[in-house]
């Protein structure tokens, strides 16, 4: 697969997965901004682009070391607003299965979103968010290589769409790795 062919479109911080308007630009990744930090349009187009980066390299080292079995990409929209590309890997001389995904979506915050969100003013006044992210779940056939779990995000919440100067928001990055051995050697769990 030319993973080049596929890269999200980054004109604007929905990279391309539907439409919203584009954030006020600045130089850097983050910006202090209404009394919180933000990323601003270049921040998001940094983040959208480095993901895909990770995504197409993750996928081109993952089919060299298997030497057999080659992503498979499905290119998804949200109705809400955004979208993605899931790419699975199977039937593999290394992998059993495994998927390595990314996404670019925003929507309007729920009731049920903002409950969670415990910083996010609880008010009537309406909130809208933008993430991107990278999930990763790669299982080997050996049973004796640990199952790979990882996902990192960054999330933003604003008081209206990215429309320019005077909005408020925050974001935040979340996100980790693990490995999941399907058998545990006593050894290999001591620091």
């Given at each position: 697969m030319n993973y080049k062919k596929?890269?999200?479109?980054?004109?604007?911080?929905?990279?391309?997965?539907?439409?919203?308007?584009?954030?006020?630009?600045d130089s850097g990744l983050f910006r202090r901004e209404q009394g919180a930090f933000s990323t601003g349009a270049q921040g998001r187009e940094k983040w959208v682009t480095?993901?895909?980066?990770?995504?197409?390299?993750?996928?081109?080292?993952?089919?060299?070391?298997?030497g057999k079995a080659s992503?498979?990409?499905?290119?998804?929209?949200?109705p809400e607003g955004g979208g993605g590309k899931t790419r699975v890997i199977s039937n593999g001389n290394v992998f059993e299965k495994g998927g390595v995904n990314t996404s670019v979506v925003f929507g309007?915050?729920?009731?049920?979103?903002?409950?969670q969100l415990k910083y996010i003013p609880q008010?009537?006044?309406?909130?809208?968010?933008?993430a991107c992210g990278l999930s990763v779940v790669i299982h080997p056939l050996n049973p004796f290589v640990p199952?790979?779990?990882?996902?990192?995000?960054?999330?933003?919440?604003?008081?209206?769409?990215?429309?320019?100067?005077?909005?408020?928001?925050?974001c935040w990055f979340g996100g980790g790795t693990d490995l999941t051995p399907c058998y545990l050697f006593e050894e290999d769990a001591r620091q």
């Open positions: 596929s890269m999200i479109d980054l004109s604007s911080p929905t990279g391309g997965q539907g439409t919203s308007p584009t954030g006020p630009k480095y993901i895909n980066d990770l995504q197409n390299r993750i996928c081109i080292a993952l089919e060299e070391v298997d992503f498979v990409e499905d290119v998804w929209e949200r309007n915050v729920t009731d049920a979103m903002r409950s008010s009537d006044e309406p909130l809208t968010w933008w199952t790979v779990h990882c996902n990192y995000r960054m999330f933003e919440v604003y008081n209206s769409f990215p429309t320019g100067e005077g909005r408020e928001g925050a």
